[in-house]
């Protein structure tokens, strides 16, 4: 039988895959620095957790929750359409603050800094390894979607506006309508990963949702290498184990924590200097 | 009347503290052109040192202010040629230069809490101990002091930008990088100069701030933001503007109770900050030059 802790760490690396993929899909291939994912991440958590806690159904509440992800990505993507680079990077950023304030200050609704407990799962996933092959179906799902998507004509159009806006658009293309539909599919994924997080921890609250928490999921991105899927894979699995080895050399969890941040930080700062295209990357971040 | 006076002196003292944060960020953003989120991480680990050598230690809290002021210049200045300088040598685009410096607050404050721990650390002076009574609102001396040395950065700085040597240099750089290289102005040095300057007022920041708040490891994230929200509303890249931007900020938030509850004074913030970088992304006092 596998170990209990190895079980969870194939759970985050899964749950962390759907996001890193996600993020793909605008950061890498439409070329947009959206520091927001993390809110998306967030909202799905949330909504998701509300739902479960009033009573909807399991996969409903999964469904409802990437789906109201992804109208705030298509929300979002209303006033940033025509920003770029570090400029829309700002934007999205003030963004993810926004919603941080809301669901730390918001208590009636969301619970505030407490956060929500007791989140529902079904018996069906009630033991952890039926819930790891759950998460694995949806990362696979989710997987085998993205890379589809970005092998038809929306994928070719949304990296030829991603390198050349203008010209893309002097062929008649409608590039906002297309960066748009980017962003949202990107939300409706990480909402979906935060779906299948607040079901398997049972618990949130607001502090998982901050720029924290953006540092290994960028760094995800980075060391695949934009618009590389396998690479993004091969990264989950290096960013997720990486820290390991600190909780074997006997550290207390409360100098563990940090540890990790100062790693993934680190490792970050490293990455763009010595290899900026990671593993497979084809393009440099603009 | 007197709750219109209380929160009119709490707007001031916030917006003061946002104006601290605001103005080293801003210097820095003037001449660089990127934006310097590790700002917030220097705070934080210069606020540290303040009550390492001051608490700790034991030394005169003077001695150990002025060794704050020291020790953050020259951790912005290591900063810059450490990771910005190498990075900008590679072209690396300012998207890459900000998520650079993200990573950097995010390793400053981890630092922190890794050395110091999560549990909130004051430093206590008998200048916030009694409040002055102005017209049935409070306020304490140090809260006074707060202002004033807003009030006084927003002169000198005024000052070294229009009549310093340095001061024309450096809007030399930043309005046309390559003619002032031309003229013999070297653009690195005077990058190193803005952080060293920006970092020292990042300094004193971390000392007014450590008095009238806690200090913690995340208050260099939530620093930042309100710094970085005041100098989008004055005009990122003038400092006078990041100033009285920040003073605006301070007083938004604080008038801002009177129609919601304090909880959301941040989404205020925040969504100010939205709204400016939206629509008026040159601020109230930016020139459009300074706009992307």
């Known amino acids: 039988m596998i170990d209990a802790y190895f079980i969870h760490l194939l759970i985050l690396i899964g749950i962390y895959l759907i996001l890193g993929i996600s993020l793909q899909l605008s950061l890498g291939y439409g070329g947009l620095l959206n520091l927001g994912h993390i809110a998306f991440f967030g909202i799905g958590a949330y909504a998701f957790a509300l739902l479960s806690l009033h009573g909807f159904p399991f996969a409903l509440s999964i469904l409802v929750a990437s789906i109201i992800s992804a109208l705030f ?23 993810s603050f ?159 924590g940090p540890l990790q941040q100062i790693l993934y930080a680190l490792l970050l700062l490293v990455i763009i200097y010595y290899k900026p295209r990671g593993f497979y990357g084809k393009i440099d971040l603009e | 009347m007197d709750i219109f006076l209380q929160l009119l002196i709490n707007g001031l003292v916030v917006g003061s503290i946002y104006a601290l944060v605001a103005s080293g960020f801003s210097l820095i953003y003037s001449t660089n052109k990127f934006v310097h989120f590790a700002h917030g991480g220097v705070i934080v680990l210069s606020s540290y040192f303040l009550y390492w050598v001051s608490a700790i230690l034991g030394w005169d809290f003077y001695v150990a202010s002025f060794l704050t002021i020291l020790f953050a210049t020259l951790l912005g200045y290591c900063l810059n040629k450490t990771f910005y300088q190498p990075l900008r040598a590679k072209k690396a685009s300012n998207s890459v230069l900000l998520v650079a410096s993200v990573a950097i607050l995010i390793l400053f404050q981890s630092l922190a809490l890794l050395l110091f721990g999560a549990d909130v650390k004051t430093i206590a002076l008998p200048l916030s101990n ?10 304490t001396p140090l809260q006074i002091i707060i202002i004033l040395v807003s009030l006084l950065l927003f ?71 309100k710094g970085f929200t005041g100098s989008v509303i004055g005009g990122i890249g003038s400092v006078p503007g990041a100033i009285v931007g920040s003073l605006f900020l301070g007083l938004a938030e604080n008038f801002g109770t009177w129609f919601v509850s304090a909880g959301f004074k941040d989404a205020i913030a925040f969504i100010l900050l939205f709204l400016f970088l939206l629509i008026k992304p040159q601020g109230l006092f930016g020139n459009k030059n300074n706009q992307k």
């Open chain 1, 73 to 95: 990505g298509w929300l979002l993507s209303i006033p940033t359409n025509k920003l770029k680079g570090d400029y829309l990077a700002l934007v999205t950023l003030g963004f």
């Open chain 1, 98 to 256: 926004v919603v941080y304030a809301v669901l730390l200050n918001w208590t009636s609704f969301t619970g505030g800094a407490f956060g929500l407990a007791n989140i529902p799962r079904p018996s069906f996933l009630s033991d952890n390894f039926s819930f790891l092959l759950f998460v694995y179906v949806i990362a696979i799902i989710s997987y085998i979607f993205i890379s589809r998507i970005c092998g038809t004509r929306f994928g070719k159009l949304i990296e030829a506006i991603r390198d050349d806006e203008l010209a893309a658009r002097s062929l008649g293309k409608k590039t906002l309508k297309i960066k748009s539909w980017g962003l949202v599919i990107s939300a409706f994924f990480a909402g979906l990963a935060g779906s299948l997080f607040a079901s398997y921890i049972t618990f949130i609250d607001p502090s998982s949702f901050t720029l924290t928490t953006l540092i290994p999921i960028l760094l995800i991105v980075i060391i695949g290498g934009l618009t590389s899927l396998p690479g993004t894979v091969l990264a989950t699995i290096v960013v997720v184990l990486i820290p390991e080895p600190l909780r074997f050399l006997g550290f207390s969890s409360s100098v563990i």
């Open chain 2, 130 to 139: 009694h409040s002055i009574n102005i017209g049935g609102a409070f306020i």
């Open chain 2, 155 to 225: 002169f000198a700085l005024r000052l070294l930008m229009q009549r310093t040597k340095i001061g024309k240099a450096m809007r030399a750089v930043a309005d046309n990088k390559e003619v002032a290289e031309i003229l013999g102005i070297s653009a690195e040095r005077i990058y190193g100069t803005s952080f060293a300057i920006g970092s020292a007022i990042a300094g004193i920041a971390a000392i007014l701030v450590s008095l009238e708040q806690n200090i913690t490891p995340l208050m260099g994230t939530s620093l930042i933001i």
